[in-house]
Each structure stands twice: as structure tokens, then as C-alpha cells.
């Protein structure tokens, strides 16, 4: 039989599993000799046991009467004893802080006799006493006894307006018992059972209470936010009611070690004469700053400061704690190592380094990726003050402000005369990238987070809500509609917040990142916060194991991606160079009919991509470019169906056939296909459109070559998508070093190259080891392997039926954002291992989004893959996560 109840005086702060952390802490502090209001924690193990029974442990009650036995000798007042009572506070505390989810009972132990006693206690303060004991009516007929608390607002409301009382204070001694006996009658009415006047009754019920509270619909949502676990319970603390209003001489604070919004060392904190913490928190009174306690009562001030100094130094980090004066005398009520904001995050542990309370390894731990990633977001200011339009997903963080337009045309007209403008479209294709570029942000009202917009708007750092549902967008009319019936048109001013997927009307007030300034080579930010960050980053560096990549497709994203400490491309991806307006030539080899047209068009591409590569190569001398032939289905670059069918048919009708339409209308159907994702994309497309990777090769090669003779040091490296097979991979390998072959005798020297291939397919997986055979390097595509192992569509299913899944809990976030460790990380796992065994050198990376990802990058770490690719914006995180990885 276990044991389920322990002595604030026997625990210990690393016992949060079994003590809960508030009942952890307490103890800490009574160890360390701090003025705790004297208690005892009742386990996380009785919760549990109680949970999975319906009923408490049976020997909880006997341990609980030998404890509370104990502090009533400690205390020298018996519980509920009518002529001197003690009295407890019940406060539930699990093992992660779950602030305001679970339940508090204060002042168990007072009855219609005790409430005198406590009279006498306090020197004959009937008001106080009367107080207190309704706040337990009140407090245990809603927590305990389920009464909404609306009666009891209800029955106070009515009691100031009859008395004509402006505030709580205003009630007399007489006012506070009538409420009492009003407060009695409402549990009554609504329960059919009296307050139960025995105090040891009170505790038991109260304690069960707060057991259950742990499965109460706001508990359960927000773990499941916070992705705390179900079953872990919560322990539940018993402690001496000290009471901090009493009298002007009392009062209740809180308190951090430092200032928890910036890290700015010194304490900071509120505090409320004659007040309980309930009180501030309803915000009935103002509370004054913490150092006016200081001229209110010197003693205890010097006192708090003396144990906060104890506090921060024994916990080595910043601590907020909570504190009750009674009568001139300090109490701690609870402490823990306190939530801040990510600027204080990096302040803090680089200046705990300097303190030399941790060191460098220790501090890497306290921040992580996710922080560093909300530095570096411009951020909104005063954003509550504007009207909600509508919500979407989080795609791509940051805040931006524009003028809404509504195709890519205007997005670029409109930039080019210098305004800024939001892009609002249902959803994006690759032909919005000229807008989407041109734009400050990107809005659509359908698609997840790995939708078009969310990836290309990652990839350039740009601002994006998408499947924002409650939009009703219609790009013909340029406008869209919200919920309430508001018109937003185009022209009209919106702010978008991709950190919450909030959208606004008008304009809301940006603030630029000075850590982006700072790792753009920009030495004037010289805030505490960027130089803090700049440390951490320095000592992750050195730590980490894995090299950190970029998915760059332009000169300037990867001079960016360089100066944010990218070691090379991971992932180019070319399909993004055929856009505009040599979207025409593409156009024209997919309807060559004759091998001259064909060649003619190739011939015409090829230049272009020279020269793209020409930029990317100089921007990244001396580190690995990996070049991914082009990959997405072809008829992305044709023109709709059914507008090109309904074009003819106008032409045709008017009897101006025009044959180049026909034709286009043919090609277009032959490549249609039901589902383009399974279809004729990547290395299917090389085998069935030959020439087109040859060309892409030449262009690769010949820029390499151009990039060597003017001195420079490119490293190429030629990435296959969507292999299934060896044989796939085999016949673009063999091609490869055709033109290979061909470039080095043009050039009279050899270009140094990599070929590798992309693993996205399952059986991709399965055949690792014969891919490896050939293949000299391996990046996983993420992307497509999650989408091709669950079968669920990329594009599609986050607006879908994700949500249902979030709810239902089948996974705590969308396998897109964070791998799937267990299904698509095992086949990671399993192709490293073998790919490895046939090719011990094999280079491995990954390229998908999780890259980028910080749960993501532990995992990758941990398999041994050599480096993560991921968005230029994403590399800072990442290599800071990879260096939390390591440490
Ligand atoms: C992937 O599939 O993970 C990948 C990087 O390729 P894309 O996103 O371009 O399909
Ligand atoms: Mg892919």
C-alpha cells in the first residue's frame, strides 16, 4: 500500500511527479527554512488512484486525520475548534503549472460556531471573520458543491445596491453575516443539502473536489493546448490559513526575481494592503508597486528581498513566488521557477551565465527555437483596440500591414509604386508567386499549413494566414466578406498576424525585429536581448552535430539564408524558376510536336536557368548547392481547362480558329490528370519528357564551370525527386553523367558534382539500400513522405478534417508541422540505417518542412542525419535547436 500523504517538512523541489509542483515547492522552501504556513501534499498518486476507482484510497482518510493531527500540535488550534480554530486552504497543484484550471477552497474550518472563535483570534474583528466565512460558502458551494457562482455575485450584488455600498469594503459586520445566511440558503436551494458544518467534512469534500477538478472540460482543453499529459493528476496542498486582511498591517503580493516581460534584473511585483490574493486577481483594488512596501512595512520588505535573493540563487533561475503579511508577519504561500517572455528567456540565462549560477551548456537548455522564431517576427502593437475580421492558420509568423488586393497583377502594380499590400486569394498556385513576392503579406481563406501559400510565404519570410474558413473571398468582385457581414475591398487597409492567425481591419502599428537587424549584419542593435541572443547562438554553434541547409531558389534568398548561417542549399527547387514569363517556353516544349520544337524550346530555357544558377552559386561559393531537378506535376504551368475549352469554343464559334489554342487544348487534356500529386511529377516526369533534367543539368553544370574560371568555388550537388526505385534512379544518373561528361570536354577541366536523390516515397524507403548503391547522398522530402504514408493530401486536409483529429486527440499537432517520430520517423530511421550499411559516407539530410521544426530537429539529430534544410527565416532556430540538441 502506498503512501499518499507528505509533510510539507519531508518533500523536496524535485518531487514535482509525485508532489505536484506548487506542493514540490513548498516543501523546498520549508527545507530551505523559509516562513511557510505549515502543511502536507496530498500525492498525484491518490488523485490518480481516486480517478481510476471512483473512490479515495482507503487508508487516505486515516493518513490525512495523522497529518492533520500533526499540524493542529504544530499549530497548537484544533481544525474548526469553536473556540480558537485553525484553519486550511485546499489548493489543487499538478505536476505543470495549470494556472487558474483547477480549484482553491480557502478558510475550511469555519462553521456557524468557529466564525466566532475566529472573531476572538482576530482581537474582536467581526467583519474580517464574517468575511471570511462567506468567501467559504461562496468559494465551497461552487468549487465543492457545483452552485454556479453567479448566485453568490447575485446575492452580494443585491445586498451593495440595497446598502448603497460602491465596493466590498463598504459592507459592515452585520452586512457580511446577512450575506452569509444569504449565501447558506442559495447552497440549499440549489443542492438540497446544508453547507456541511463539520470541518473534517469540509476537507474531505474539498479535497475530492479538487481530485475532480482535474477532468473538468477547461482542464482537459488546456492540456491538450499545452500537450500536458491526461493522466498524470494533480496532488492536493493543505495548508494553515494565514490571512492577509486582517488590517492595514497585512496584505498579499506577488513577486518575480526579475522582471519576467524583458529579464531586466531586479525585483518587480504588486502588492494590496489588507487584501486577499484573491483580490488581486479579481482586481477589486489597485494594487501599488512591490517597492512601496518598502516605506509600508521596512521589515517584511527586507525580509521578501533577502528570501527572494535565497530563492533565485538556489533555483539558479528567475522565480515568482506569491506572499501573505499577517499582522506584520511574512508567510510564503508558493514559488516557481516563473513563465517569461523570449526576450527575457535570452537575458536571463546569458546573465545567470555571468552570475555564474549556470554555464553556457545550461543556459543553450533554458531558451529554445520557438522563442528565438518569435524575436524574430516583426510584431503588432495595441492590436486588441482594432475589429476582428476573421482567423486562420498560423501559416507563416509575423505581422503584416496592407492595402488588400486580389490577384497577383495588382499585388506587383501596387508595390511597384511603393505601397504595401496584402495578397487575398482563396487559395494560391505558383502563378501568384510574382504577388506573392511583391506583397507584405498573404491571406487565404482556404488550405493548411502546408498549402502553397504557407510554404512558399515560409520560404521567403513572409507574413501568411491561411484557411482563414469565415473569409468569403471573391477575387472577381475584389473583395471578400467576413462573418458579421463586414466588406473588406480592394484598397481597403488589413493587418494580418501569422503568429496567431489573426486578421485585422485597418491598420495596427508594426514593430521591426532587432534580432533580424542583428543577423542581417546590422551592429547598431545593440540591445541586451540581441546580444544575449548572439551569445546563445555562438555557444550552439559550437555545439551542435548537425550542419544547418537552406531551402533557397533565389541569389537573394540564399545570400539572406548565408548571412542568417546557412552552410549550403539543401533544397533548390527549380520549378520556381519557370515561372512568369518564361512560363511561355515552358508551354512550348510541353506542345512541341516535332524534336526541333522540342529542342528549340529547351535551348531557349536552358540560358535562363544558367544564369539562375550562375547567382545562386556565387551567393553560396565555397558551400554545397543542391540543385533539385524540377519536380511538380507539368500541367501546373498550363492553363486551366475548362478557360482554355470555353476560349475555343468562343473562337471557334466566331470562326476565328486559332490553331495554337487547339493545340494547347490538346496537350492540356492529354496531361490532365485526376490526381496530380500521384502523377506525372518528378523523376517520372524526367524519364517521360526526355531532355528536360539533361538541360537542367547543362544549366547546372555550365554555370559551375563559368562560376570555376572566374575563380570562384562552386559545389553542385544534383538532387532526383520522387524516386521509387533504383532503375528510376539509375537511368537520370546514367543521363547526368552524359552531360556531365560533355561540360567537362567543352570546359577543358572537371566540375566537381554530387548526384543524390530525395526520399519521399515509402518504397523509396524500402529500397534505400539499392538506391544507395548509386546515389551519394540522400534528403529526405518530408513533405511528400508524410502526405505518401498517411495518404492524407498535403493541400488539403488541414482545412478538412485535421481539426476533428486535433480534437479527438488521435495527434497532439498536425504530422505535417512536427514528424511523425512513429510511423513516417521510423521509415527515416530505417532508410538511414539501410542506406548507411551499403554507403557508410552517404551524405544525409532532410529538406521537407520539418527541417525547420525544433521537436523535428531533436529526432533528426538523434537518427544521424548530417544536416537539416530548412526556410532562410528558419536557420537561426535551427541551428539553435541543433545545438540543444547536442549540449
Ligand atoms: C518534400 O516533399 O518534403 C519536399 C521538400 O519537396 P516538395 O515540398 O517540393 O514536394
Ligand atoms: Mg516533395
Redesign the pocket.
Known sequence: MGRYVYDFAEGNKDQKDLLGGKGANLAEMTRLGLPVPPGFTITTEACRAYLADGREPDSLGEEIDRHLALLEQTMGRTLGDPDDPLLVSVRSGAKFSMPGMMDTVLNIGLNDRSVEGLVRQSGGNERFAWDSYRRLLSMFGETVLGVHKDAFEDEIDRLKAERGAGSDLDLTADDLRELTRAYERTIREHTGRDFPQDPREQLALAVRAVFDSWNTERATIYRRRERIPTDLGTAVNVGTMVFGNGGMDSGTGVAFTRDPATGAQGVYGDYLQNAQGEDVVAGIRNTVPLHDLETIDKACFDQLMDIMATLEHHYRDLCDIEFTIEHGKLWMLQTRVGKRTAQAAFRIAVELVDEGLIDMDEALQRVTGAQLATLMFPQFNSEHERHLLGRGMNASPGAAVGKAVFDSTTAAEWAARGEDVILVRRETNPDDLKGMVAATGILTSRGGK?SHAA?VARGMGRTCVCGAESLDVDVKARRFTTSDGTVVSEGDVISINGTTGEVWQGEVPVMASHVVRHFEGDTSTDEATVRAVARVMDHADKRRRLGVHA?ADTPDDAARARRFGAQGIG?C?T?HMFLGDRRELVEHFIIAETKEEHDAALDALLPLQRKDFLGIFEAMDGLPVTV?LI??PLHEFLPDMTDLAVLVAHEDDAGQADSKHHKMLEAVKRMHEQNPMLGLR?VRLGIAMPGLFAMQTRAILEAAAERMTAGGDPRPEIMV??VATAEEFELVRAEIEKVAAEVNEEAGFEVPYAVGT?I?LPRAVLAADSIAKTAQFF?????????MTWGFS?DDVESSFFSAYLDKGIFPVSPFETLDRDGVGALVRYAVEKGRAVRPDLHLG??????GDPESIHFFDEVGLDYV?CSPFRVPVARLEAGRASA
Open positions: 502546408t510554404v531551402n533544397l527547387r520549378e533539385r519536380d511538380p518528378g525527386p520522387l530525395m519521399e534528403s529526405f522530402g518530408t513533405n511528400d513522405l508524410t502526405q498535403r532532410v529538406c521537407g518542412e520539418h527541417g534544410s
